[in-house]
């Protein structure tokens, strides 16, 4: 997971005649920020999400996934119920993460779908893509959220 954080941060794009971080970190985290979150929800936190939060921070991803204190909610309805969302992309969606198993899950008002296994494929899955979150974004096959079957996970 170190080396996966160490990318992430260490990555720069080119804008115009400068290179840009990939992640523009707004806030620190402390263990004292993650237990008051964990407390609130009620649940555990994700092993792979709190170390990424505290190395990394709340910030943005390419301004296209935003993690922040103010996302981190219990999904209360639906399939997705029990679920934990953790970040929004540029587009209001949410993502959210199953304490049980880890599993990664995009939430818009469309539907849903899983997109990993734990927060690490997430991540990984996210570098070998380029940080184009939009494109793998549109090429999950969402559930509906009235659908009652269980969330596949999309190639």
Same mark, same amino acid.
């Given at each position: 997971?170190?080396? %996966?954080?160490?990318?992430? !941060?260490?990555? &720069?794009?080119? /804008? #115009?005649?400068? @290179? ?6 707004s806030s620190r985290v402390s263990e004292m920020d993650l237990f008051r979150i964990a407390k609130k929800l009620d649940c555990k936190l994700s092993v792979g999400l709190s170390k990424w939060l505290l190395s990394a921070g709340y910030g943005d991803i390419e301004n296209s996934l935003s993690? /922040?204190?103010?996302?981190?909610? !219990? %999904?209360?309805? *639906?399939?997705?119920? *029990? @679920? ?11 993502? =959210?993460?199953?304490?049980?198993? *880890?599993?990664?899950?995009?939430? +818009?008002?469309? *539907?849903?779908? /899983?997109?990993?296994?734990? #927060? /690490? ?6 570098? @070998?893509? &380029?940080?184009? !979150?939009?494109?793998?974004?549109? +090429? !999950?096959? %969402? ?9 596949? =996970?999309?190639?």
């Amino acid at each position: 997971m170190k080396k %996966l954080i160490k990318t992430i !941060l260490a990555d &720069k794009r080119r /804008r #115009f005649l400068i @290179k840009k971080p990939i992640y523009q970190t707004s806030s620190r985290v402390s263990e004292m920020d993650l237990f008051r979150i964990a407390k609130k929800l009620d649940c555990k936190l994700s092993v792979g999400l709190s170390k990424w939060l505290l190395s990394a921070g709340y910030g943005d991803i390419e301004n296209s996934l935003s993690f /922040r204190e103010d996302w981190f909610c !219990l %999904l209360e309805n *639906g399939p997705l119920q *029990g @679920k934990v969302a953790f970040a929004q992309d540029d587009k209001e969606n949410t993502y =959210a993460y199953d304490p049980k198993d *880890g599993a990664i899950y995009f939430v +818009s008002q469309n *539907g849903f779908a /899983r997109m990993a296994d734990n #927060f /690490r494929e997430f991540l990984q899955e996210l570098i @070998k893509r &380029k940080y184009n !979150l939009a494109a793998w974004r549109d +090429s !999950l096959q %969402l559930q509906h959220h009235n659908d009652s079957t269980k969330p596949q =996970a999309a190639a």
